[in-house]
Antibody
């Protein structure tokens, strides 16, 4: 069964750092495009970042320079390192397989992990 | 900030047909595929339609997608109580060089 499980969310103060993990099963992370998508409380979906199978990475302007996407092939796990966190980064963060690099085609999605940035 | 515009809400009685619109521009819907997601309360989004009008296996044929110009639509026929959810459209945006989502539509079954 293809599955994604995110961990690492929590309460963090503004300016702090947090690393999210997304463990995959049923497919190989390194052979796929993988994205992070977030959803602020009561709001819509916002794409955050993607890592291509070849290793190239791209970010939304809202997180560029603060967030870093990476993967550990040996652990079949995707990561999102989030630095200089702001209140507006508060959201549920989902990892998803990005089926087509230039698409908006995400399948499957993990269950999400909540990040709350607050003092 | 969402680039694709959807109505905030839509509703219908069981068995009715409900249509949700998704309005974009030439840099997104006008030149790229459209995808639709269903988000049941308290859960992660789930792919409902890919490449404008294709259904993944397991998605009932009550759900159908279409695209014309810079707009797309999702239709739910034979509305059922379990269809109560938020629905989002998505597409690649050539100007932003990234995927963009719609504002979301909450479907209520009366």
């Amino acid at each position: 069964e293809v599955q994604l499980v995110e961990t690492g969310g929590g309460l963090i103060q503004p300016g702090g750092s947090l690393r999210l993990s997304c463990a995959a099963s049923g497919f190989t992370v390194s052979s796929n495009y993988m994205s992070w998508v977030r959803q602020a409380p009561g709001k819509g979906l916002e794409w955050v970042s993607v890592i291509y199978s070849g290793g190239s990475t791209y970010y939304a302007d809202s997180v560029k320079g603060r967030f870093t996407i990476s993967r550990d092939n040996s652990k079949n796990t995707l990561y999102l390192q989030m630095n200089s966190l702001r209140a507006e980064d508060t959201a549920v963060y989902y990892c998803a397989r990005d089926v087509a690099a230039t698409g908006g085609w995400f399948d499957p999605w993990g269950q999400g992990t909540l990040v709350t940035v607050s003092s | 900030q969402s680039v694709l515009t959807q109505p905030p809400s839509a509703s219908g009685t069981p068995g009715q047909r409900v249509t949700i619109s998704c309005s974009g521009s030439s840099s997104n819907i006008g030149s790229n595929y459209v995808y639709w997601y269903q988000q049941l309360p308290g859960t992660a989004p789930k792919l409902l339609i890919y490449r404008n009008n294709q259904r993944p296996s397991g998605v009932p044929d009550r759900f159908s997608g279409s695209k014309s110009g810079t707009s797309a639509s999702l239709a739910i026929s034979g509305l059922r109580s379990e269809d109560e959810a938020d629905y989002y459209c998505a597409a690649w945006d050539d100007s932003l060089s990234g995927p963009v989502f719609g504002t979301g539509t909450k479907v209520t079954v009366l």
